[in-house]
């Protein structure tokens, strides 16, 4: 005859799937054969138990050991959570990512604006009610970031509960509810029925400015990116002689600033020559064929 088995299991912690922390007291149902040979050993929150019990719909598990076609056991593999913060990323979805998108234009806008020198009145009003739309969202979505969070509080503190729960019997210690040390007070959180602001807010189509002629704190800042580019590859190189450390490039008085390594100082270029420099800079694939400002043009 077949046989399940169904036991108790306390660990340092183990990772297992649809849970958001490690658990350290769980529930294993471990199947045989007539043969006595296991078929899989199931492993399973408390939560997720008495979800079984109680709910007909399909629950996760996991399956710390099972039989595979050919009669191997297998372990299968459980990927750790993600953090509290990634997932509420997720949760926000297309509202994070619409403010997101709100914020870049605007920052691009005034950019843009400050490089051209002629934002006039009708620019700077158009800024402005970007500006309110963007604080009007703030300020509506942050009852519904505190309800998300408020969720997956309450979620973790449902796991935390029965851990501590369990704790305490494999202790010894009877009849304690441990429901109000964990409790969160209703009045604190939101209602759960708060609707976030949503929109479908795409960036605006740009068109790029030639190099010729960009301002000098856009070639600075063009510079700057095409360097910290390279730096990333800086670790293929020999720490002691990395031609990039800290980089960077700022706008001086119609000139360009440029640092490669930070205690080295910086060097001060004219316009027409960053300029050159940086259509050169764009180029460079691999950090071999780097060199600097005043290198670039020596055969």
């Known amino acids: 005859m077949s046989h399940a088995r169904l036991s108790s299991v306390s660990s340092s912690g183990t990772y297992l799937n649809d849970c958001l922390q490690a658990q350290h007291h769980y529930l294993c149902l471990e199947i045989e054969d007539p043969d006595k040979?296991?078929?899989?050993?199931?492993?399973?929150?408390?939560?997720?138990?008495?979800r079984i019990l109680t709910d007909t719909s399909s629950v996760t598990v996991t399956l710390e050991r099972y039989r595979d076609r050919e009669g191997n056991l297998v372990v299968e593999a459980v990927k750790k959570p993600e953090s509290v913060q990634d997932r509420m990323v997720d949760r926000m979805g297309e509202v994070h990512e619409s403010l997101s998108n709100r914020i870049k234009d605007l920052r691009k806008d005034i950019?843009?604006?400050?490089?051209?020198?002629?934002?006039?009145?009708?620019?700077?009003?158009?800024?402005?009610?970007?500006?309110?739309?963007?604080?009007?969202?703030?300020?509506?979505?942050?009852?519904?970031?505190?309800?998300?969070?408020?969720e997956e509080i309450k979620t973790m503190q449902e796991c935390a509960k029965s851990q501590l729960a369990m704790f305490l019997t494999e202790r010894g210690v009877q009849n304690v509810d441990v429901a109000p040390l964990l409790q969160q007070s209703n009045k604190l959180l939101p209602a759960s029925d708060i609707k976030p602001v949503k929109e479908v807010y795409e960036l605006k189509q740009r068109i790029e400015k030639p190099i010729d002629d960009m301002t000098a704190l856009e070639v600075s800042d063009a510079i700057t990116a095409e360097l910290k580019r390279l730096q990333r590859l800086v670790k293929l190189y020999e720490e002691d002689r990395a031609p990039l450390f800290a980089c960077g490039a700022s706008a001086s008085k119609g000139a360009v600033e440029i640092r490669y390594i930070s205690y080295q100082g910086s060097t001060r270029v004219d316009l027409a020559e960053a300029k050159d420099y940086l259509k050169f800079l764009?180029?460079?694939?691999?950090?071999?064929?780097?060199k600097r400002h005043f290198e670039f043009k020596r055969v």
């Open 111 to 150: 950019y843009e604006a400050l490089n051209d020198g002629k934002a006039g009145k009708k620019t700077l009003e158009q800024l402005l009610h970007n500006a309110k739309v963007i604080e009007e969202h703030f300020e509506s979505n942050s009852a519904f970031i505190v309800q998300q969070a408020s």
């Open 37 to 50: 040979k296991t078929l899989c050993r199931m492993a399973m929150s408390y939560d997720q138990f008495v």
């Open 282 to 290: 764009r180029t460079v694939t691999d950090l071999s064929h780097f």
